[in-house]
């Protein structure tokens, strides 16, 4: 009897481990993420810092970062299904969600302050945007949020984006490089990173001043179809823990973040200057973009959507002629996964990162 009770005590502990061994042997859940550039740099470190040291994988992901061609496209296909999450500046998916052509709602704040500017050559006479009346602007694409905002910046000098305005499509890197240098345009709608590329690879540059009402607009967040937010919001939420957990590394350790952003995507890693050299424009174009990654208004809660910003954004792609009414916050975005998304220890990711042995990436 002794033996047969043995045996029975022996095999309910076996069924009570079931549950436990299958959990941990599940697959993980694939999940595309699109980023709105053509090349993954380090400008996107929270992403590549999230895949390479498991913080997606820990959240029972498998995400491929994805590059495509603009914040247009990416709202597009994630509307379409055809990827969960995307990364796009709001101007394009604000006029889907107007529209009704796009089922897609914000979830996640990534930049707290906008990107873009109007740029010209160190010597050129324009010296404001009401000088750029009858000037081309070289932009990425046609269909790249820059042309948005560059239409409202020279629209509130006064100027008619559709009259006193040519918009060249001029790709980025040499490509642009060569169309300034030969004066094929006279300034350049670029991101900041871009531009920090730029100026490395010997083009000087500088930006025209533009209102703080316009500059201080928030940009590129984290997307999802409306119908994700209901029926998997446990996915967003661990994209978002990821992302935010990646930012947390790379603020405490740049070096690290673009090293792993090179070795997740060699092709980030300028070929045209030494290893210090690229280093150092890595971290610059890093510590750029990572400044506007947060806001002392959001008190250190990593992706939570200021209201009252959102409302300015609204307000502007109005009088821009780009909306064709206000549209509600709960239209837009949703704060609902944000407490969740930060539900996780900072400073032990931080030390991670301060402990992080570089000969690993070798």
Partial sequence: MNRVLRWAIIGLAALLCLPTAAMAAAPLQKVKVLLAVRTVDEAFSPYTVAKYMGYFAQEGLDVDLLPVGGSNEVAIEVSAGNADVGAASPGEALVGIETGKLGIRFFYDCYYRNIWSISVP???????????????????????????FARAFVQSAGLDPDKDITFVAIG????????????????????????????????????????EALAGLPDTSMLARTETLTKDPKMLIGVARAVAKGYDFTMANPQAAVEITWKLFPEAKPGNMSEAQALKAGITVNQGRMAIWETPQTK??????????????????????????????????????IDQSNDYDRAAVIAQAKHFDLAKLK
């Fill in 122 to 148: 160190t010597d050129s006479a324009i010296k404001t945007l009401a000088d750029l009346k009858g000037k081309k602007l070289g932009v990425q694409s046609m269909g790249s949020a820059g042309v948005t």
């Fill in 172 to 211: 980025v890197g040499a490509q642009a490089i060569n169309a300034l240098r030969q004066h094929a345009v006279d300034g350049i709608v670029l991101l900041d990173e871009a531009l920090v590329k730029m100026s490395f690879a010997g083009l000087k540059v500088r930006p025209l001043p533009v209102p």
């Fill in 300 to 337: 250190e809660k990593h992706g939570l959507f200021i209201e009252s910003q959102w409302k300015n954004l609204v307000d502007f792609l109005v009088k821009a002629k780009v909306l064709k009414a206000p549209l509600s916050s709960d239209r837009i975005y949703t704060n609902a996964l």
